[in-house]
């Protein structure tokens, strides 16, 4: 019994020692960190490649730190043969020890020498860091990690990929990194069936970087000692290449027609207010631009009340600024009618010089008070930002609110026109004035109110394209001719012609943009423009009275 108890003991103690062993032997689990991160300050570059490829492979968390000094120009070999992480204090460098993260001190730039990278070895550090940062806490930097992956392909990337694509919870993550390993995979996999899934998953991706790789599959000669499963696979990519450029196609339309509609709603808020002068009044005013420049400054001064008196509020600066453009270019609509149109009622000739004179006094008196340099205007945080679609394309919030916001304000327009009193009014005034001076409509204060009015929307235009263009004193010239455009083609005086017009103009000028460029798509829209106001002469749609007839 007693030899029995102890061969038990003896067994036991070995045991014990071969566990105690095997624990304190990291090195059998892999290369040792430490000596990794110091092949790193050696001389040759082919050891650092070595070195970086092998701190990838280990899946350590301390080589992202070592791999990010390394590509920030911040890892230095010490003179003493020490790798470092420098920072600069002043004359010297705060030293931390790269493997370990421990303060090392400090030492003058004299006592350091640089590790330094090329272009092969900057890939390669890429590569790395992609693969290690795809275990982060972070998931945008899983994101980052895996489109790294995508661009450099490396072959040992793939079990890393595979783990992670396993572990993901987030969904355009795991998207993301499913994209990546299957490229890898058909970059570097030997198997068809594993290759031709890879051009499957490629398939449902359209960026540039998959139809990079589809294609340079594709354009292989098939003389060049492939095999037949290379060119089913070949083939395969050919197909998927096929289905991505359709779709690409289809994207650049949908985003080609959103920048069209875009403009044909800044093109609407900047000649609504026309429609209303020009179309319904009659009256060429050359200085409506300016009435838009007026809206986007006061859209200026409001943000700045608001940025020195109550910043933390500063997203509601946009809502204040639209009375307070309104009211302000409606105010000098009224002054403007009093004081120079009502002279000139049925001398067109005369009215557009007038007004013309008072745009350029309008501008310098903007130029004598905010300077001839743009001013800043701010985007509130639920304008900012954007809608990524497929294909690239992006819907930007600015541009969104805007055209929901033109279309507001249409409506509104519209309700005022047909269901309130001043615009039964107008619409007497404007159908017949002498009879609706006959029934006692005062004329001369619906006209003062009408032009009041269209101003007064021009100002709120003005209002959104400070948020999407630059708010200078010349603001207005930019929209002047597309508006006048906008309303003798829609109809002059109706709004639902308005509407189309701007919206057509907008469409088919950005459609022309590609083929031709900006200036040439302007010329030709200008051109479409009086070919057809020479076959109609009363626009798209006409108003209908006695007085328009006559």
Partial sequence: MRRFVT???VALCLVLSAVTAFAQAPAAQGPDFAALVKHLGGKSFAARLNAVRALGETGDARAVRVLEAMLGRNLYATTDGRVVIGEKKGDAYALRDAATGADAGSAPSGELSMVRTNNRLRNEINSALGTLVLMSDDPDRRRKAAVEVFKSRPKDAIPALERAVARETD?????TMALALAATRLEHGADRAERLDAVRMLEGS?????????????SRRADGGFSEADEVVRAAAQKALTVIESRREMWDFAGKLFQGVSLGSVLLLAAIG?????GVMGVINMAHGEMVMLGAYTTFVIQE?????????FDASIVVAIPAAFCVAGAFGIAIERGIIRFLYGRPLETLLATWGLSLILQQLVRTVFGPTNREVGNPSWMTGAIELPGGVLLTHNRLWIILFSLAVLGMLALVLKRTQFGLQMRAVTQNRRMAGAMG??????????FGLGSGIAGVGGVALSQIDNVSPNLGQTYIVNSFMVVVFGGVGNLLGTLVG???LGVVNKFLESWSGAVMAKILVLVAVILFIQKRPTGLFALKGRAVEQ
Wanted: no cysteine; hydrophobic share 50%.
């Fill in 305 to 313: 009340i608001f940025r020195a008196y109550a910043p933390d509020a």
């Fill in 441 to 450: 409509i005062p004329t001369g204060r619906v006209d003062a109110m009408t």
């Fill in 206 to 218: 359209a960026d540039d970087e998959t139809t990079a790789l589809l294609r340079g599959l594709v």
């Fill in 502 to 504: 701007a919206t057509t």
């Fill in 7 to 9: 061969l038990f003991v």
């Fill in 274 to 278: 026309l429609a209303i002068t020009f």
């Fill in 171 to 175: 969904a355009g993550v795991k998207q």
